[in-house]
């Protein structure tokens, strides 16, 4: 400060050393004014750096705030996501397992310990697969050498692929292990307890090969080992192919109800079991049908043995659901390599054969025979010809007429079905009705026929009655009743008029439900008949435990009379017997002079054969009724 005060007094001086106070004092008062200038400019630098520096402050303050308030978040995702995985990992499902590369657990979840059944503190990250196994070994889990599976571990991971292995467990689960190798080494593996899946999955696959109701193979599975059976006969051993199916089971559904079908198929399946060596294929192929793979047989005397077994066995009596229930079965049986090597061949034969059985009585065995061939073509054409048939009306009914003995006046006429094929001519019930049975074509076609036959007696004189043959299944039908109201109430003709015919063969089947609906049958006033008395075994069982209007004596006992005193006694008996239940008697088949005299001597009410009429078209027993009669009777 001196030294510019200096410097503005010389400033001031003037050459005589005078010094002009004026110029000392403008210049003091610039230089004043200077500094002052200078402080102003000072203190606005400072005022702006200190400005500048707040805002650094600020900033950089807001600066720390931001990103604490980051990190915060990031800390609290952090630990959001770490609680998220443990969450996942201590839920999951699957036990999850890491290993690194020197073969130490990193990690895993409470779920592989509890599925191994090992214990937290025995188990830490940094134990190695080695210890993890001789823990499991300890409590039961693992079975298996742990240096040879340590071994197979290293080697699917140095492939570098995901691998899958199934483990089964020595209490029966079934663990599925899937393992991802990691870069740098080690592995993730994942363990599912898959046991209920397998199970699931092995069900599923039984299922596909076997039947449901009697878990028996089915045709996928009966092929597959007829197949395989197949090449060892192709290096010189024999087998049998038997085809079976249970005769009138469709009867047991229709009157007992499927339940008691349905366990029927079940008992049949299990004495089927039986009956069959343990290398033997039991199937069931459909509905009551079986097939039966006998493997290495020495001849055909084997098959025919298995095939009594079986007959046997399943006609044994059973008693389900409180029924007793009684049936056959016939079988057919094809024979390898005699009657063919391939599959589809020897089912086919063994089918044929089955037919042929069921062609011979039911109820028996058949061997396969080149000529079936032919006889199943035909029978094949029969049935479509049958099924035509009847929706192009080419069946009639014939009727024979019955003589009563004290009026000797016809009282009823039974109805005889006729088939008139176009191009075979007259083809007999004998060959067709057994057919129609099998094709399920008996129920319409006898329901045409109680039409038909109300009708037609609708138009004959008097009182004289029709009489209509009842198939048994017709008879369980639950569509009987109705068809033969029907029929009633279309035609006008009173119920007293119509006679129902059933044999003793087929009381014999479900007689529970067959003697209720002839009891419902009576009860309408229709009159019912025992045809064939005499054939069966419990004739005399069966006429007490229903009344019967009418007795039909076979024509066997018929044929007899005169050259067999047995004969004669049957017939007088039977007669007496009627007639203290109060009961008319027929004679069937009479065809002489001589039989009509014997049985009318031995107490028969009415007759039936040749003798009086055969069988007649409609228009032909109008005429024959109207002479009788005394009056015209319209044809149908």
Known sequence: ????????????????????????????????????????????????????????????EQTVVDRTKELRARDMELQAQNMRFDAAISNMSQGLVMFDAELRLVICNQRFLSMYRL????????????????????????????????GNICSSVRVGAPSTQFVELDDGRTIAIVRQPMTGGGWVATHEDVTERRQAEMKIAHMARHDALTDLPNRVLLRERL???????????????????????????????????????????????????????????????????????????????LARRIAEAVQAPCDIHGHL?????????????????????????ADMALYGAKAGGRGVYRFFESKMDARM???????????????NGEFELYYQPVLNLDKNAVSCCEALLRWHH??????????????????????????????????????????????VNLSPTQLVSRGLLPAV?????????????????????????????????????????????MDDFGTGYSSLSYLRSFPFDKIKIDRC????????????????????????????????????????????????????????????????????????????VAAA
């Not at 030294?3 to 004043?32: E, H, M, N, P, R």
């Open 557 to 632: 006992f018929i044929s007899g009379l005169g050259d067999s005193t047995e004969s004669d006694a049957i017939v007088q008996a039977v007669a007496g017997l009627a007639d203290s239940l109060s009961m008319t008697t027929t004679a069937e088949g009479v065809e002489t002079s001589e039989q009509l005299d014997l049985v009318r001597r031995l107490g028969c009410t009415d007759v039936q054969g040749f003798f009086y009429s055969p069988p007649m078209r409609a228009p032909d027993l109008a005429e024959l009724l109207g002479k009788q009669s005394g009056r015209k």
């Open 1 to 60: 400060m001196h030294k510019l005060l200096a410097q503005q007094v010389a400033k001031a001086t003037d050459q005589s050393g005078s010094v002009d106070l004026d110029k000392l004092f403008a210049l003091v008062t610039a230089a004043y004014e200077e500094a002052d200038r200078d402080r102003r400019r000072t203190d606005r630098s400072m005022s702006l750096m200190i400005e500048e520096l707040d805002g650094v402050q600020r900033n950089l």
């Open 119 to 150: 214990e937290n503190e025995n188990i830490k990250p940094g134990d190695t697969l080695q210890h993890v196994l001789e823990r499991r070994v300890a409590n039961g889990t693992f079975s298996g050498n742990p240096a040879h599976y340590i």
């Open 485 to 529: 109201l029907n029929a009633l109430a279309s035609s006008r003709l009173p119920a007293r008029r119509l006679e129902l015919e059933i044999t003793e063969a087929v009381l014999m089947q479900n007689s529970e439900v067959t003697l209720r609906t002839l009891h419902q049958l009576r009860e309408l006033g229709i009159r019912i008949s």
């Open 422 to 467: 176009p191009e075979r001519g007259t083809i007999s019930p004998v060959d067709f009705i057994p057919v129609a049975e099998d094709i399920g074509l008996i129920v319409p076609l006898g329901e045409w026929v109680i039409r038909q036959a109300c009708a037609d007696a609708a138009r004959w004189p008097g009182e004289i009655g029709v009489a």
């Open 377 to 391: 073509k035909e029978r094949r054409a029969l049935e479509l010809a049958l099924r035509k048939a009847f929706d």
């Open 227 to 305: 197949t395989d059976a197949l090449t060892h006969v192709e290096r010189g051993e024999r087998l049998a192919v038997l085809y079976l199916d249970l005769d009138q089971f469709k009867n047991v559904n229709d009157t007992l109800g499927h339940p008691t079908g349905d366990e029927l198929l079940r008992v049949v399946a299990g004495r089927l079991r039986g009956c069959v060596a343990d290398n033997d294929t039991i199937s069931r192929v459909g509905g009551d049908e079986f097939c039966i793979i006998q493997a290495d047989i020495r001849d055909a005397t084997d098959a025919e043995r």
């Open 325 to 349: 229930v009684m049936v056959d079965t016939s079988i057919g049986i094809a024979l390898a390599p005699a009657d063919g090597i391939d599959a589809n061949e020897l089912l086919k034969n």
